[in-house]
C-alpha cells in the first residue's frame, strides 16, 4: 500500500491493529520516534516542513533508517493527520509487540491500569507521566481510547517509544497477579486516604473513566481503594493529574 | 447591549477586560456557575438544548436569579460560542473582584504562580487541581492565558467561582510577600528534589511556560527551586500534572 494512503487507512483503530501500524504527527513526537528503537515505515512531510532544517534533518535520519520519505501536498497531508497542528510531518510505525508476560518483574513493580480511560490527551498525559515516574507498564483495558490513536501518540510525546503500554483483559491481570503476588488497588473517592497504608513492593493501580469512575467488574477484584483528600466544593480531579498524583505518592 | 451580541464580543480578552464579563459555556460549567455566588448577566441555549430537562431547569434557576434567558438558533449559538461541544447553553457572568490584598492571610498559605502558561486547557486543569487541594489563590503573571477565556473556564469545571484566580504582576507579588513573610519557590527541572526541605507555612510556587518554564525574570526573584525526580528518558511532565504532584508534595 502507499504510504500516503497507508496513513489514511491507520486512522481506524481495526486499520491499526490489522496492520499492527501506528501514526505519529508533528516535529517532535517523530524526533522522538526516529531516536527510539520502534521500526519507522516511512515519513510524509509537505513542501513547506521540508523546507525546515528541522524537518529536513528527520527526512535524513529517516532515510537513514531504511524508511521512505514522500513530499505531499498540503491537501494530501491533511486528509491523513489527524492531531491538532501536526507542523506537516508525520510517520508511520510498528505497534511494539508487547505482552504482560514480557514485563520484567521484580522489586520494586508498579502497573498502571486504564479502566475505560477514553479521552486521547488524558491518556496520553498519563503515559507520560508514567514513563516518567518509572512506572514498571500501563495496561489498558477495553473500554479505554486506543493507546496508538494519533492523539494519544501525540500527548504522550515519545513516551509510547520506551513505556510499556499495552492492551490486556481483567482475567490477564487477575492470572500475572497470582503468578507473580502484585496487590491490586483503585483510586476511588470513597477509599481510604493514600498514604493510610504503605504501598507493597509490587502493586497495581486502577485508574477509571472520567466521569464513571472505575467499573463494577474491576471495583470486584481490588484489594484496597485509595483517594486523594480534595476540598468539598470540588468534584473531582481530572484522571491525568489524579493518576499524576497517586502515582508519585504510591512510589517505592 | 444584547445578550448574543454582548457573548459574541466577549470571545475577546480586551473586551471582558473592559466589560468585567466572562462566557461560561456547557451545561455542567453553568450549572456550577448557576449553584455559585458569582452574578450571571444571563444564558444563552439553542432550542435542542432547551428540550432537554437538564437545560430547562437551569433556565428555570437562572430566571429565578433574575438573569435573562434567550433561545438562539443553532448557527447563532455556535456564532458565540468557543468551546469544543458547548451542549447548546453559555451563560455570561460577571468577573469577581479579586485582589491580592483581599486574599485571607493566616497559616498555612499556599499560592500557586502561573508564569506564562499558555495552554486554556492545562491552566483550566491547573485552576482544578489549586481548589481541590485547597491552595489560597492561583496567581497569573503577565504572558499568561486569560483566566477569564472560556477554554479555561470550561476546564477549570467550577474552580473559578469559589477559588480565588487573578492577574498580577511580580512587583505585587513581591510587596505582598514582603509585607506576610511569604518564600517563593520555583517548578524547576534543575531544582533540589521537592521533599528534601521541608516546607514553610507560607509559600508560593511558581511553575513555568510549557516549554521555556520559569522566566529569568522570577528565576531572579525565588529563593528556592525544587524538581520532582524523573526518569532520563523523559523531557518533562505536563505542566497541569508537574503543578499538581508538586502542589500535593508541598502540601502544608
Not at 502507499?2 to 486512522?11: E, H, Q
Not at 494519544?152 to 491481570?173: N, Q
Not at 487477575?174 to 493510610?196: I, S
Not at 502493586?203 to 467499573?215: K, P, T, W
Request: aromatic letters at 2%; glycine letters at 8%.
Amino acid at each position: 500500500m502507499k504510504l500516503l494512503t497507508l496513513a489514511r487507512d491507520l486512522r481506524r483503530r481495526k486499520a491499526r491493529e490489522r496492520q499492527g501500524l501506528f501514526v505519529c504527527e508533528g516535529v517532535r513526537a517523530v524526533e522522538e520516534l526516529v531516536r527510539s528503537s520502534i521500526p519507522v515505515r516511512g515519513m510524509l512531510a509537505t513542501a513547506h516542513a521540508m523546507g525546515t532544517p528541522r524537518t529536513a534533518r528527520l527526512a535524513d535520519l529517516t532515510r537513514a533508517r531504511g524508511a521512505a520519505v514522500l513530499e505531499v501536498s498540503d491537501a494530501e497531508f491533511d486528509s491523513a493527520a489527524e492531531t491538532e497542528s501536526p507542523q506537516g510531518v508525520l510517520a508511520v510505525a510498528e505497534v511494539p509487540a508487547r505482552t504482560l508476560d514480557a514485563l520484567p518483574v521484580g522489586d520494586p513493580l508498579r502497573l498502571l491500569v486504564l479502566d475505560a480511560v477514553q479521552d486521547p490527551g488524558n491518556v496520553g498525559t498519563i503515559l507520560r507521566t508514567a514513563a516518567a515516574l518509572e512506572v514498571t507498564a500501563t495496561l489498558a483495558l477495553p473500554g479505554t481510547v486506543d493507546l496508538w490513536n494519533a492523539k494519544v501518540v501525540r500527548s504522550a510525546m515519545g513516551a509510547h517509544f520506551h513505556h510499556p503500554a499495552l492492551v490486556c483483559t481483567p482475567d490477564e491481570i487477575d492470572a500475572f497477579r497470582r503468578r507473580h503476588g502484585v496487590e491490586l488497588w483503585a483510586a476511588d473517592a470513597a477509599g481510604a486516604p493514600v498514604g493510610d497504608v504503605p504501598a507493597p513492593a509490587r502493586l497495581a493501580l486502577v485508574v477509571g473513566n472520567e466521569g464513571a469512575g472505575v467499573s463494577d467488574l474491576m471495583r470486584a477484584r481490588v484489594e484496597r481503594s485509595v483517594s486523594l483528600p480534595i476540598a468539598p466544593t470540588v468534584e473531582s480531579l481530572n484522571v491525568a493529574v489524579a493518576a499524576g498524583i497517586l502515582m508519585y505518592a504510591l512510589r517505592p
